[in-house]
């Protein structure tokens, strides 16, 4: 059975196609084939529209494959097949969560960053991911260095929850 992470942000053109697109690489290098990770946005400001040429640039440089998409927006229809959806903000995860999205299933996306995670993940508040796009090419380089921080602890997450369901 696949397990569905969805990385969530404003517009879906940077933050979380920038998670997207490093989990999914992280995913892949662990051997986790059965893990879908995809990304949306809770606003539709930016629906069809590709990856933010900044992002692509700065993902790229790091050795990403970026693949050409547009962004799309977060339906109530998500709910069901998504196990783990990953708030860029604690704003974002209000979002889901007036969507329909049960609580334990929103987590925010820094909650990670410590090697300490553990225990009801979706009650630890965690700093916001720092939006890039007011911003300049360094911008999107914090954001990367902050999505990278998180990703050990996203995978050994969603390890142990796969472990759980075998």
């Not at 059965?34 to 539709?44: H, K, L, N, P, Y």
């Not at 640039?57 to 790091?62: N, P």
């Amino acid at each position: 059975m696949t397990y569905t992470v969805m990385t969530v942000c404003t517009g879906n053109i940077c933050r979380s196609p920038m998670a997207e697109v490093v989990l999914r690489q992280a995913f892949a290098h662990a051997g986790l084939d059965d893990v879908e990770v995809r990304s949306t946005a809770v606003t539709a400001y930016e629906v069809g529209n590709p990856i933010d040429t900044r992002a692509r640039r700065v993902l790229a440089a790091a050795g990403f494959t970026v693949p050409d998409r547009g962004a799309v927006q977060v339906e109530a229809e998500d709910v069901a097949g998504t196990d783990l959806a990953l708030a860029m903000t604690a704003e974002h995860a209000r979002a889901l969560r007036r969507l329909g999205f049960p609580a334990e299933k929103v987590v925010l996306f820094r909650a990670f960053e410590s090697p300490e995670v553990g225990g009801a993940l979706h009650e630890v508040r965690a700093e916001d991911t720092p939006d890039p796009w007011y911003g300049g090419e360094e911008d999107f380089v914090e954001t990367l260095a902050t999505i990278e921080a998180c990703v050990p602890g996203i995978l050994a997450h969603v390890t142990r929850e796969r472990q759980r369901e075998a």
